[in-house]
Every structure is written in structure tokens, then in C-alpha cells.
């Protein structure tokens, strides 16, 4: 196989802050053995947009493993992973397998993380991807996978606007373009340009707020987690941005959730671009195959005042396994997780079934066919691509914080200049915790 060639940013990135604290007791409650004959093993999971696929996937692999049980949890949406995953940690029902993001998830939960070294899935991940969830040579999180963001775009509005995507380089054409989109709303069937779902605080408090300070931390997560401070260096790019999808979406945003964006407007083609990423193929295409294999792009969220920008591109979310749980366990854990990744019918169906840019070696990616995956990996190889930072950011700073000011600024409940000024001083008085 062809490895990937990643950016200096995405040699650091991994994602999203879960934000948790391991402080809990031990749970044997939430993986056993029974009958001294099968164990089972609880995963408790935050990707909500193949929890049918990988439902599917867990019931092959349990027919060809008898004596392993797998009980799947999932929560993510619109939901708070980190904080379900905390309330199952202090109620003592401790899962076996669960998430973290990046160096900031893994010093919170380090006391509850087994060491994969040893895994065959930690040998086979990319360079690079394993990075943020390495400590004194322990690796103790095994990648979900790559994905990326940006502006996802409806390639048939976009042209019978006349518009060309690939000229929107920076905020002014992309300004015109939408000007273009609004004026023509009426022909084009269209109940507005945007939908920003300004309900989901991981929307603009981690993704778009990365897209503007990756570039201040040098593309690089460490970087991130190790920062005392953070200077908004193009916070009025941010702001710009932001504004843009304010006032060209569908009202009221504050109250917008990310299921009414991508699946009742964007699949929908009732609103022409949606900041999202390529985990939606999914979701569109439950509503129109069609459009989500021949009528979708990409492009980058321009950075005023950047000109090296490119799609953001990391890893989501990682696996992490329970050191409190009993060997027997811990071993079926990892052997299952080695199995999703290394296997031949889990490597088709990590490609195939739940339309993963993998992050391990020994993939055909020819088999990667939809339109954003392709333009993610494709980012990736030509390295036009930007770090995820957000998952160094402090503790509950991207949403918490950030992303619930956000939300009173677009419900004009505060400035901008609030909004920037509470972020820095949150972030300086996490650090100095």
C-alpha cells in the first residue's frame, strides 16, 4: 500500500477534548466473564454515524468468537460523550473499551488506560497518528480512523449559480459566492445559503475555533496542550467566518442541532454548504445515494490573513482500553480491536462499510470512492492539509467555554470582544491549575 503522506500539523493531530476527569472507581461491573466460559466485553462509543455498521461488524465477529459477548453503548450527536462517559465511570459500571481524544483526554484518564504497544493495530497505525496518545513510550489509544472538515457543498446549486468552487481561495470570493446563492435563493429552491447549527458547541467551539488557531500553534497538538496562553491571532478572520454563516443561515441558529443540518436541510438541498465533515456521507446518503456520491464537495475554510490553509485532517477519536478491568478482559479488548483493524473482514469492513479513511497501513485506498473521503485523502497526500489542535485545548474550553459564548454571542447575549476576552482568560487560568 501506498502510505499516507501527512502534514507536519497531522503528524501531531489527533481529536476533540472529551473533556473528562478519571477520578472513579473500578468497574468490574461493566465487563465479566460468565460462566467461566464467555467474557463480556462493554464498548461504550461516541460515533453515532456507524452505529449500525459497526453493530453489524461486532455480530461477525462474535459468531466467529463464541466465547466472546460484546455489549455496544453509543453515545455522540447531540449528546455529551464526555460527560455520559464520566457518569458510567462514577456509577462503577466501567466499560471495557472507550473513547479519549488527545493529550488532554489521555492525562485525565491515564490511570484507566492500558498500555497497546503490544497490539498488532498499534504496529500497523500510520505515522504520525499515534503521537498525542503516546507517553513514555506507552500507547494508550488505538485511532478510530482520518477524517476532515470544511465547507461541504451541493456541486448542482453551486453550478446552476454559476459559481466554481475551486475560485473561493479566501474570504472575499467565498462572501461573493454566497451573496451569488442568496440572490438566486428562489430559483434555486434553496430556504437559505447556510445552516449553522449553533446548538452543537463542538461545531464552532472545537471545529471552526481549530480552523483559526491551528495556525497560532503551529498546526501541531502538543503545541496546543502545552500553551499557558492563546492570542486569537485571527480571531477576526473567525469572527468574519462566523457572521458569514450567521446571517446567511436558516434562523434561529442558536437553536439549530447538527441532525436538522445535515439531514432535514442539507440532504434535503434545502441550503446549499454546511460547515461539516466527511462522517455525514453516511447520513446523506440514508436520504439521497444519489447526492451523496455524485453531488457533494469540499473545499477549506479560508483563514483571513493565512495563505497556507487546507482541509482540517486528524484522527477523531481513539480507543482506549480499561486497565481496571480483569485480564481476561483486557485481552479480548485488544484481540477484538486487533481483529477490527488487521483482519481481512475488518479491513473491508473499516473501507467498505463504514466508509473510513483508514489510519493504518496495508489498506487499498482505491476503494475509498466517496467525494469527501477522496478529497480528504487527497488533501492528505498533497499535504493541503491543517492540524487538529482543539483536542490539546484545555479541559472543557472548546465548548464549555468557548463554544457556550459563542452561542450568546449569536443570540446577541454578548460582544465578540466577551467572547475572546472570557477564552483567554479561561485558558490561562486552566493552565495555571
Avoid at 460462566?35 to 462509543?45: A, Y
Avoid at 455480530?59 to 457518569?87: F, H, K
Avoid at 505515522?127 to 470544511?150: H, I, K, R
Avoid at 443561515?249 to 446549499?272: C, G, H, I, M, N
Amino acid at each position: 500500500m501506498k502510505e499516507l503522506k501527512f502534514s507536519k500539523g497531522l503528524l501531531a493531530s489527533v481529536l476533540l477534548s472529551a473533556g473528562a476527569l478519571a477520578a472513579c472507581s473500578s468497574g468490574d461491573d461493566g465487563a465479566t466473564a460468565e460462566d467461566g466460559d464467555q467474557v463480556t466485553v462493554d464498548i461504550f462509543q461516541f460515533k453515532v454515524e456507524f452505529k449500525d455498521q459497526f453493530e453489524a461488524v461486532v455480530a461477525q465477529y462474535e459468531e466467529e468468537n463464541p466465547d466472546v459477548n460484546i455489549e455496544i453503548t453509543t453515545v455522540g450527536g447531540g449528546e455529551d460523550y464526555g460527560a455520559a462517559l464520566r457518569s458510567r465511570f462514577a456509577s462503577g459500571n466501567e466499560p471495557a473499551i472507550f473513547n479519549i481524544g488527545g493529550p488532554q483526554d489521555v492525562a485525565d484518564w491515564k490511570d484507566n488506560l492500558t498500555d497497546l504497544s503490544d497490539t498488532g493495530a498499534a504496529d500497523a497505525a500510520l505515522e504520525g497518528t499515534l503521537d498525542g496518545v503516546t507517553v513514555e513510550s506507552e500507547v494508550l489509544g488505538l485511532p478510530y480512523n482520518q477524517e476532515g472538515y470544511g465547507f461541504i457543498y451541493n456541486t448542482r446549486l453551486f453550478e446552476e449559480a454559476g459559481i466554481d468552487a475551486a475560485s473561493i481561495t479566501d474570504y472575499a470570493s467565498l462572501e461573493e459566492a454566497v451573496k451569488t446563492l442568496d440572490s438566486k435563493k428562489d430559483e434555486l429552491g434553496l430556504e437559505s445559503v447556510f445552516a449553522l447549527p449553533g446548538k452543537e458547541t463542538w461545531v464552532t467551539g472545537l471545529h471552526l475555533s481549530n480552523t483559526f488557531l491551528a495556525p497560532e500553534f503551529d498546526n501541531n497538538v502538543l503545541t496546543a496542550y502545552d500553551a499557558d496562553t492563546v492570542e486569537f491571532e485571527y480571531g477576526e478572520g473567525f469572527k468574519k467566518i462566523l457572521d458569514l454563516q450567521n446571517e446567511y443561515s436558516k434562523q434561529p441558529t442558536v437553536s439549530l442541532d447538527y441532525s436538522q443540518q445535515v439531514e432535514e436541510l442539507f440532504s434535503l438541498e434545502r441550503v446549499a454548504i454546511i460547515q461539516q465533515g466527511n462522517w455525514v456521507y453516511g447520513s446523506i446518503a440514508g436520504i439521497d445515494q444519489e447526492l451523496a456520491d455524485s453531488g457533494i464537495g469540499m473545499m477549506p475554510i479560508p483563514v483571513e490573513g493565512l495563505e497556507d490553509g487546507g482541509l482540517p485532517v486528524g484522527v477523531p477519536m481513539y480507543w482506549g482500553v480499561n486497565s481496571n478491568q480483569d485480564e481476561e478482559v483486557v485481552t479480548a479488548s485488544k484481540d477484538f480491536l486487533d481483529w477490527l483493524y488487521t483482519s481481512d473482514t475488518g479491513k473491508t469492513a473499516v473501507l467498505e462499510d463504514f466508509k473510513f479513511i483508514p489510519a493504518y497501513e496495508g489498506y487499498d485506498t482505491s476503494k475509498i470512492t466517496d467525494p469527501m473521503s477522496k478529497a480528504i485523502y487527497d488533501a492528505s497526500e498533497a499535504g493541503e492539509t491543517i492540524g487538529w489542535v482543539f483536542m490539546g485545548y484545555p479541559t472543557g474550553w472548546g465548548e464549555d467555554e468557548l463554544g457556550a459564548n459563542i452561542q450568546k454571542y449569536l443570540s446577541d447575549e454578548a460582544s465578540w470582544d466577551e467572547v475572546v476576552d472570557s477564552a483567554k482568560a479561561a485558558w490561562e487560568s486552566s493552565r495555571g491549575e
